[in-house]
């Protein structure tokens, strides 16, 4: 069972996006989570953060929640950089034994060196695109691709560690046309769902 959940609040900063969504977001999730009894980390990247404590808190938690915002396709280039320090240095055996494969066993597939077996995360993203251009292929952009279509790269860093997806929440049209209360309803209802009471 889930007991310990490590949130990290990806967000960069920007002039014109100051981060307000996904610290109600990250806010929610810590006020939800520490209700139902689950112990709560938080690292934020526009904050301090070190490699080493980075990594104890994924070998502590359960899961992973990342609230993040969707810049250029992708996560923010702060967050991408970190990963990059910290999950390298997890090859250590803390997340991983290098990438699974063994010089004197072929059989041993790459990517199967994962140590992190059991620990649950999730993806919270935040969108201009509206809803409706994914999933359709009559949308041109997406060609009928579904977020997690997009996020491929970003599910496959946390299955090289075997952590296992729980389903992806997304705000959507954040910008032309937001709606942040019903979108943190929708949150409110998708914690419930996946984060239900410590027993």
Not at 26 to 38: I, N, P, Q, S
């Amino acid at each position: 069972p889930m007991k310990k959940v490590f949130i990290i609040n990806a967000h960069e900063e920007y002039e014109f996006s100051k981060g307000e969504l996904n610290r109600t977001l990250t806010a929610l999730a810590v006020e939800h989570l520490e209700a139902k009894g689950y112990e709560v980390r938080v690292t934020t990247m526009k904050d301090e953060w070190g490699v080493d404590a980075e990594l104890a808190n994924h070998v502590w938690a359960d899961a992973v929640l990342l609230p993040s915002p969707v810049n250029w396709m992708g996560l923010p280039w702060s967050f991408k950089k970190s990963l990059a320090h910290v999950y390298s240095f997890g090859m250590d055996g803390r997340l991983c034994a290098g990438d699974g494969r063994s010089r004197s066993d072929a059989s041993l597939q790459y990517g199967s060196g994962g140590t992190l077996t059991g620990t649950r995360y999730m993806l919270s993203l935040t969108f201009n695109a509206p809803r409706d251009s994914f999933g359709d292929p009559a949308q041109v952009f997406f060609e009928g691709k579904t977020v997690d279509d997009l996020f491929w790269p970003t599910h496959l860093n946390f299955r090289f560690f075997d952590m296992t997806p729980l389903p992806t929440f997304v705000c959507y049209d954040v910008m032309k046309n937001p709606q942040i209360e019903t979108d943190l309803d929708l949150y409110r209802a998708h914690l419930s769902e996946h984060f239900p009471p410590v027993s």
